[in-house]
């Protein structure tokens, strides 16, 4: 009789274990979930956060580099989403550590722009273009609008442009062989690219444009490159980003906001992407 | 040391299974936020988009401002859905206080007598170019949503 009441011991005692056990490992991985949660949450509010400074001035609402800001804001007076783009190179041109000290941003957040769209007023002619180790659009002469790819090492540049109600027609400038350059039209025209550039390669597009169209849009843009390229229209960059970029493993939150980037003569299109972690 | 009889064991496997599915099942703390963010963003990202096309002057360019029936709505979507994600479908309506009116400008009965699942976001964006401001209501969808 003495040895049953171990055996029931050591089995009942084997139950409870293997239930607090049980317990044990589900709760906790349950808490590890809410601890996930709670921290990507907290993430979301600091990526929102960093959408007021898109659409306030600041103060003074003139501020310029390196005069300074009480509060920081980057768009214009009254015009929310209205990026200024000598706030935006002022931001810049602190650099981090001091709109730290000036502003509220945390330091675990960044923020950056693509272009989506931009005019093309035939009033408008781009003087300069930075073509050199680059992708370039260069408007020229009212109605062409230069295409061109630059690099040193073997690239590779996919860009799909939108023209809405226009038609255009491509001309090679200097494209090879293994380039492609088609245009579509449905409710206005779509020009697809990819341009194959190799060591000290420059190719490049024409696209005259026969009826201006209000827009032009981006809808695709890709590089595939040993080297960083960066993307112009006329020497002004189609993509930006200002703050650190995430360590690895951070809980990171981002949204999407669409703006416009002011240059004074012209407003570019843009979407912002706002990463807090 | 008292034996203890089959019940007794039954009673206390029964507690903790019981304990078990009390501590198993204790409320968790709201994910709403999360589980809306998409909606949230993309209800944000639609109507900051009809905002910046306003302020680069495309709506007004489009609208008519003496007789709202004769815009072009043709080229007023075709505005509007270019800057969206390609994964993203949109569905337009524009009100301008008396009629409603579909993405191709024909009147409708009521505004927002459409399908729409759950996971779409609306995105109302009105601008006051004429004598009755016109409200744009975006309605989007994530694809792979």
Known sequence: MKGQTWVEFIVATSIFLLSIGFIFITASGNLKEEIQKSQQQASCLKAYELENFLRQPGAPADWTFPSGFSIFGLSGNNTPLVIQNDKW????????ANISQNSTPSQS??????????????????????TENAITLCRNSGSYLNITANSTSQSQTKLKL????????????????????NATSANGTSVILQLNTNSTDEDSV???????PNLIFIEQFNVESGQYLPFYL????????????APPNAM????????????????????????GW | MNKKGLFFWIELLLLIVVLALVILNFPRSGDSFLANKDSLDLQNLGFTTLQSLDNAGILENFTNINNFAQSNFTKLSVYIKSPLPSTVLANIEYFNGTDCRSESGSVIA????ITRT??????EYTYAKLANPITIKLYLRRILG
Do not use: R
Not at chain 1, 114 to 126: G, K, L, N, Q, W
């Open chain 1, 206 to 212: 024409s696209l005259h444009l026969l009826a201006t």
């Open chain 1, 252 to 275: 990171i939150c981002d949204t999407k906001v669409s703006g416009l980037l002011n240059l004074t003569t012209e407003n570019l299109l843009v979407n912002f992407n706002l990463e």
């Open chain 2, 118 to 123: 759950k996971d779409t976001a609306t995105a």
């Open chain 1, 234 to 245: 006329g020497n002004i960059s189609l993509q930006d980003s200002f703050g650190p970029f």
């Open chain 1, 89 to 96: 190179q002022g931001m810049k041109s602190f650099g981090f």
């Open chain 1, 162 to 181: 939108f023209l809405p109600f226009s038609s255009a027609t491509l001309i090679g400038l200097t494209n090879e062989s293994d380039d492609v350059a």
């Open chain 2, 110 to 113: 009521i505004c927002g007598n």
């Open chain 1, 109 to 130: 957040w960044h923020v950056s722009y693509d272009v989506y769209a931009f005019e093309f007023d035939p009033a408008i002619s781009d003087s300069s273009c930075t």
